[in-house]
C-alpha cells in the first residue's frame, strides 16, 4: 500500500511539472492572429477574465480561460489597464500581459500647422480616421461652449503642434491639450514682454502674433514685420494686412485679392478699420508669440515681398515704393 502511495504522488508530480513546463513554454510562443495586426480596446472597469475573453473576441486564436489563468498566475492581473492596443503578429501570452499592464496602448499623432485658421484644423482632425469626431457637427460657439471657454471666438486658441492619440480618443481632447498648450505659450510669451512693444493685453499680443505668422516668408523677417505693425499702432497708421482682408472674406475668396475686396469692409479689414481685428487670424507658433512682444528695434513702417521669401522694409514711403518697383515692377 505504502508502494502505492508512492507511486501515486510520484505520478502526481511528474504530471505537475509536465504541466508547469508546458505552460512555461506555451507563455513565450507567438499566439496566432488573424491580420498582421489586430486592434483591442478595453474599457475601464474590465475585469482580467473580461479582458482574456476581450482579447479572444479580437479574433486572436487563444483559450480565454487558459489566457486568463495565466493572467491570474503571473500576479499582474490586477495591472492590467483600459485602452486601444495594437496586437502585432509575433506576440506571445507574456508580451501581451506586459503591454496590458504597462498600457503600451496604440497611439497614433495629428499635427496642427503654424498658420492654419480654425477651419483647417477642424478639417484636419475630421480625416482622422481613428478619432471620435465628437465635434463635427458643432457650430464654433458650441464647441467653445464644450471647451469651457464661452463667448469665446476659436480662431487661434489652439497650439499648432504634434498631438499624439490612442485610437478612439475623442477630438474635444485633442482640442482641449492643444487650448491649455496655447494658453501655457501665450502667457510665457507675455512675461517676456519687451517696452517697445505696444500691445496692452496677452489678448491683443495672440492676435498681433496671428498676423505676423500669415505675413512671414522667412523667419528672421518676423521681429522686423511685428516692429511695422507696433511703429503702425503706435503712431495711428492703419495695418493695411491683406491676411487680415483674406480671413474676413471666408470662403468667398477664392486665391486672387482684388482692389475691391481691398475696400470691402468687414470686421477683420484693416484697410477700412484702424487697429488690429477683433479676433487672431490664424494659429501663431512659438516664434511669432515671441516676435509680436518683442518686436526689432527701428522705424520701419512698411515692407515688401522681395520674391524669395524675404521681404524689405523701409522707413518711409519713398523708400518703400522705390522698393515695390524695384521688387514687384522690376523697374
Same mark, same amino acid.
Given at each position: 500500500?505504502?508502494?502505492?502511495?508512492?507511486?501515486?504522488?510520484?505520478?502526481?508530480?511528474?504530471?505537475?511539472?509536465?504541466?508547469?513546463?508546458?505552460?512555461?513554454?506555451?507563455?513565450?510562443?507567438?499566439?496566432?492572429?488573424?491580420?498582421?495586426?489586430?486592434?483591442?480596446?478595453?474599457?475601464?472597469?474590465?475585469?482580467?477574465?473580461?479582458?482574456?475573453?476581450?482579447?479572444?473576441?479580437?479574433?486572436?486564436?487563444?483559450?480565454?480561460?487558459?489566457?486568463?489563468?495565466?493572467?491570474?498566475?503571473?500576479?499582474? &492581473?490586477? !495591472? @492590467?489597464? *483600459?485602452?486601444?492596443? #495594437?496586437? /502585432?503578429? $509575433?506576440?506571445?501570452?507574456? +508580451?501581451? %500581459?506586459?503591454?496590458?499592464?504597462?498600457?503600451?496602448?496604440?497611439?497614433?499623432?495629428?499635427?496642427?500647422?503654424?498658420?492654419?485658421?480654425?477651419?483647417?484644423?477642424?478639417?484636419?482632425?475630421?480625416?482622422?480616421?481613428?478619432?471620435?469626431?465628437?465635434?463635427?457637427?458643432?457650430?464654433?460657439?458650441?464647441?467653445?461652449?464644450?471647451?469651457?471657454?464661452?463667448?469665446?471666438?476659436?480662431?487661434?486658441?489652439?497650439?499648432?503642434?504634434?498631438?499624439?492619440?490612442?485610437?478612439?480618443?475623442?477630438?474635444?481632447?485633442?482640442?482641449?491639450?492643444?487650448?491649455?498648450?496655447?494658453?501655457?505659450?501665450?502667457?510665457?510669451?507675455?512675461?517676456?514682454?519687451?517696452?517697445?512693444?505696444?500691445?496692452?493685453?496677452?489678448? &491683443?499680443? !495672440? @492676435?498681433? *502674433?496671428?498676423?505676423? #505668422?500669415? /505675413?512671414? $516668408?522667412?523667419?528672421?523677417? +518676423?521681429? %522686423?514685420?511685428?516692429?511695422?505693425?507696433?511703429?503702425?499702432?503706435?503712431?495711428?497708421?492703419?495695418?493695411?494686412?491683406?491676411?487680415?482682408?483674406?480671413?474676413?472674406?471666408?470662403?468667398?475668396?477664392?486665391?486672387?485679392?482684388?482692389?475691391?475686396?481691398?475696400?470691402?469692409?468687414?470686421?477683420?479689414?484693416?484697410?477700412?478699420?484702424?487697429?488690429?481685428?477683433?479676433?487672431?487670424?490664424?494659429?501663431?507658433?512659438?516664434?511669432?508669440?515671441?516676435?509680436?512682444?518683442?518686436?526689432?528695434?527701428?522705424?520701419?513702417?512698411?515692407?515688401?515681398?522681395?520674391?524669395?521669401?524675404?521681404?524689405?522694409?523701409?522707413?518711409?514711403?519713398?523708400?518703400?515704393?522705390?522698393?515695390?518697383?524695384?521688387?514687384?515692377?522690376?523697374?
Amino acid at each position: 500500500m505504502r508502494r502505492f502511495l508512492v507511486t501515486v504522488f510520484l505520478l502526481a508530480a511528474f504530471a505537475a511539472l509536465g504541466v508547469g513546463g508546458w505552460g512555461l513554454w506555451w507563455v513565450y510562443q507567438p499566439l496566432r492572429l488573424p491580420a498582421p495586426t489586430v486592434d483591442l480596446s478595453i474599457d475601464p472597469g474590465t475585469l482580467p477574465r473580461g479582458v482574456a475573453q476581450a482579447v479572444a473576441d479580437a479574433g486572436v486564436n487563444v483559450n480565454p480561460d487558459l489566457l486568463y489563468l495565466w493572467f491570474r498566475f503571473s500576479g499582474q &492581473d490586477r !495591472l @492590467i489597464k *483600459a485602452g486601444s492596443y #495594437e496586437l /502585432e503578429a $509575433g506576440l506571445t501570452p507574456h +508580451r501581451l %500581459l506586459a503591454k496590458l499592464a504597462r498600457g503600451e496602448e496604440s497611439l497614433r499623432a495629428v499635427t496642427l500647422i503654424e498658420g492654419w485658421n480654425i477651419r483647417q484644423v477642424r478639417a484636419a482632425l475630421s480625416k482622422e480616421e481613428q478619432l471620435k469626431p465628437d465635434t463635427r457637427a458643432l457650430a464654433d460657439d458650441a464647441l467653445m461652449n464644450l471647451l469651457g471657454r464661452p463667448g469665446v471666438h476659436p480662431e487661434g486658441r489652439f497650439y499648432p503642434d504634434t498631438y499624439t492619440y490612442a485610437k478612439g480618443s475623442s477630438d474635444i481632447a485633442i482640442l482641449r491639450r492643444a487650448m491649455r498648450a496655447m494658453d501655457k505659450r501665450l502667457a510665457a510669451a507675455w512675461a517676456q514682454r519687451s517696452p517697445s512693444s505696444v500691445v496692452k493685453t496677452p489678448e &491683443d499680443a !495672440l @492676435i498681433l *502674433a496671428s498676423i505676423v #505668422e500669415k /505675413e512671414t $516668408g522667412k523667419a528672421a523677417d +518676423r521681429t %522686423l514685420v511685428s516692429a511695422v505693425f507696433n511703429n503702425r499702432l503706435r503712431v495711428g497708421m492703419p495695418l493695411q494686412t491683406d491676411p487680415t482682408v483674406i480671413y474676413g472674406m471666408g470662403t468667398a475668396f477664392d486665391g486672387n485679392l482684388r482692389k475691391r475686396d481691398l475696400q470691402a469692409d468687414t470686421p477683420w479689414n484693416t484697410y477700412t478699420r484702424p487697429g488690429l481685428p477683433p479676433t487672431p487670424i490664424a494659429m501663431p507658433g512659438k516664434p511669432s508669440l515671441l516676435a509680436a512682444v518683442q518686436p526689432a528695434a527701428g522705424k520701419q513702417l512698411y515692407f515688401v515681398a522681395r520674391g524669395d521669401g524675404s521681404s524689405q522694409f523701409s522707413e518711409t514711403l519713398d523708400e518703400h515704393n522705390r522698393a515695390v518697383n524695384k521688387f514687384q515692377r522690376g523697374q
